[in-house]
């Protein structure tokens, strides 16, 4: 660096002496000694030059011998850690913990997810305030060969007498998704009816289903097993189609069968048949922002082999408390089910409608008296996202997902997470049934009629974690009594801590 220094300033030395010298010697010398010293000083230049020519070449390689050293310090602290061999694999996390090849070849993602309740009724003698873990799950999905994927997931809550102590498989299937338009998926599964059902348990609007759509009378159980497919033939248009056993979670099959001298006869195996097709008529007309769902769904099976036909069709409120319907008997050979429902949901910016109706019928003979009786069901709500996030954000194939706040929360930052506010109705009516409840004996007397109001809060911290408080008041068409306690309303309190991931 000096020589380089010290050669620049010869050369500007110079480059002054050549131009004041002519001016000093021009009177004394002739022209043909004055080209020759003009030859000479030329030389001179172009000498010092190709010094300094020599000088940038000599930083330049300095420069790269430095940066090649710090390279390879690199590398060998690299190495100091542990050395990969083959194919590296890449970790991320997006809604769970990823790990794939980078190649898209295969990937596995884990999932899991917590909701600990904490429940409050009223001046009830039906149910006991609780501290309550509702779900409790862990599992993953495999996808291999970019078009397959196997899900497993268990469920690990326990109910509150201990009956659910060990593990309970929810999900556990193939998909093959050869074609978008027409996925298949084989195993146990949730059948999507309706557009409160088809949520993630994660995403709800409230803490728990409406009447309309929670376990019970219509549906007695959220997972089953067989095959469906599905899809989205249209961007706007979504639809699936199932055949399942309609016994239940976890259950292969609860056949009928009758003998004759012990010897099997007849044996009915009935399945579960459905679909749900549903659109948003605002991505077909490019309305931005904004949602407008339609959709119907539709099923045809038996309650016969139903995992709950030992004890009829019962229905219990919106906060898991008492059961307030209850007809036991319809278990026998022909006893079919059929369900229909209509859904909407109407959602702009930050301000969403929804609503559903189902109608679920019951065909059979019980006790040698035929019946065919009707169950209708509905709910509207709104909701609000105070902070401005908007639904169409998390609206995807047919059904609302996860909300992403504006603002994440973070101790000592400006962000507080998103805010909700909710307010549903809905109603139950088994009015057709009503001659078939157990009469006000022994204690227990049920109804055919009921309608909750739920109001809700929901603060969403993160994109993972939430905090819900539901206030449901349900009233019945008359009173009920149950364990020798007789009112005509339940009242709860529910506050919710869910982290998923």
Do not use: C
Request: aromatic share 12%.
């Amino acid at each position: 660096m000096q020589t380089y220094k010290r050669s620049t300033i010869s050369f500007m030395v110079a480059s002054l002496f050549s131009t004041l010298a002519p001016g000093l010697m021009a009177a004394e010398v002739d022209p043909e000694t004055r080209i020759r010293q003009l030859e000479q000083m030329m030389q001179q230049m172009q000498q010092q030059r190709a010094e300094q020519d020599k000088q940038i070449e000599m930083l330049t390689k300095e420069l790269v011998g430095i940066e090649n050293q710090i390279s390879q310090s690199k590398i060998a602290k690299t190495e100091e850690k542990g050395k990969s061999e083959g194919s590296p694999v890449y970790a991320a996390f997006k809604d769970g913990l990823v790990f794939d090849d980078g190649s898209g070849n295969w990937k596995l993602q884990i999932n899991g997810r917590v909701q600990a309740d904490y429940r409050d009724y009223a001046d009830s003698d039906w149910r006991t305030d609780t501290f309550n873990i509702r779900r409790a799950r862990f599992g993953g999905t495999f996808t291999f060969l970019k078009d397959y994927a196997v899900r497993i997931e268990g469920e690990y809550a326990n109910a509150t007498d201990g009956s659910r102590g060990t593990t309970a498989l929810t999900y556990g299937y193939l998909d093959i998704n050869w074609w978008k338009q027409a996925r298949i998926r084989i195993g146990q599964f949730k059948p999507f009816f309706g557009l409160e059902r088809a949520y993630g348990t994660n995403f709800t609007d409230f803490t728990e289903l409406s009447l309309a759509t929670n376990n019970g009378a219509a549906f007695n159980s959220t997972y089953d097993r067989g095959v469906m497919v599905f899809g989205d033939p249209l961007p706007w248009l979504n639809y699936n189609a199932y055949v399942i056993n309609g016994t239940g979670q976890n259950n292969d099959e609860l056949n009928n069968s009758s003998t004759t001298g012990g010897v099997i006869t007849k044996v009915d195996n009935t399945k579960d048949v459905g679909f749900r097709v549903n659109a948003n008529l605002a991505k077909l007309m490019n309305i931005e922002n904004a949602v407008i769902h339609v959709g119907g769904s539709y099923s045809d099976g038996s309650v016969a082999y139903s995992s709950a036909s030992a004890t009829g069709i019962s229905q219990a409120t919106e906060a898991n408390g008492v059961s307030f319907f209850n007809v036991a008997g319809l278990q026998n050979a022909d006893a079919d089910r059929r369900r229909q429902g209509v859904e909407t949901a109407l959602a702009y910016g930050p301000v969403k409608i929804q609503s559903e109706y189902i109608s679920t019928n019951y065909k059979g003979d019980r006790s040698g008296q035929r019946y065919d009786n009707d169950i209708n069901a509905w709910y509207v709500n709104v909701n609000w996202m105070l902070t401005g996030e908007a639904y169409a954000d998390s609206y995807k194939s047919g059904v609302f997902g996860r909300m992403k706040p504006k603002n994440n929360m973070a101790m000592g930052k400006s962000g507080w997470g998103a805010w909700e506010l909710g307010l549903r109705y809905s109603q139950f009516d088994a009015s057709d049934f009503e001659s078939m409840l157990p009469t006000a004996n022994a204690g227990t007397a049920y109804t055919a009629k009921a309608d909750a109001w739920t109001a809700g809060v929901k603060w969403i911290m993160t994109p993972n974690a939430r905090i819900m408080l539901n206030y449901i008041r349900t009233d019945f068409d008359t009173p009920i009594t149950v364990a020798g306690k007789t009112d005509d309303q339940e009242k709860a309190l529910i506050m919710r801590a869910q982290y998923d991931f």
